[in-house]
């Protein structure tokens, strides 16, 4: 009958093995189970964060592939942009015989000018503005006591920027304090 006992569905205590495990390993399996579960959690944590920065680096890099993918268009570009321009500053307004041409060049010009601003083309034309090593590369410097120093007296080249970053310089010259002249022989005696 004591057998029956221990089959007995009813009696939960009676159908227990007689090697059961005593509390203290149970607390103990318990908390290493506990533990194992809060790793899996921060580890689950670290991908979600980890899928989350790849995503929005993904988004990043589409955006910039956008915003400068016409980087390397626009620099080809730019020298018939130069060339456009110095052919009208090269030819005379006063010819009649190349009115004509110089009045068409004149409208491509712009029609070009206001195709590449659509475009966030934009040109650094920083003639009597202060200089600036992060937009301008200096070709000179010159002496100059009508402007301040560090400010562009001349613009060899127009430099352009697309959506806000530096496609190319502005190639200019930089003025400078006049340098103080040697005294003369007659100060010296």
Do not use: C, W
């Not at 989350?52 to 993918?69: I, M, T």
């Not at 601003?117 to 301008?136: C, M, S, T, V, W």
């Not at 697309?162 to 040697?182: I, Q, T």
Request: hydrophobic share 40%; glycine share 4%; charged share 30%.
């Amino acid at each position: 009958m004591a057998d029956e006992q221990n089959l007995d569905p009813q009696n939960p205590e009676a159908t227990a093995a007689p090697e059961a495990a005593s509390a203290d390993e149970l607390v103990a399996r318990v908390q290493t189970l506990e533990e194992q579960l809060s790793a899996a959690q921060d580890q689950a944590l670290r991908m979600a964060a980890d899928l989350q920065n790849v995503r929005r680096r993904a988004e990043q890099d589409v955006e910039k592939a956008h915003k400068f993918g016409l980087e390397k268009f626009a620099g080809d570009l730019i020298p018939v942009l130069d060339s456009l321009e110095r052919g009208l500053e090269l030819s005379s307004p006063d010819d009649e015989a190349i009115k004509a041409v110089r009045e068409g060049m004149e409208l491509t010009l712009k029609l070009f000018q206001d195709t590449l601003k659509r475009y966030q083309l934009e040109a650094i034309d920083p003639h009597g503005a202060p200089f600036n090593p992060e937009h301008h590369q200096a070709m000179a410097m010159q002496e100059s006591t009508n402007v301040e120093p560090n400010s562009v007296l001349k613009v060899f080249q127009k430099g352009y920027l697309l959506n806000g970053r530096l496609l190319r310089p502005a190639m200019v010259v930089v003025s400078k304090a006049p340098s103080e002249a040697p005294p003369s022989i007659d100060e010296q005696a």
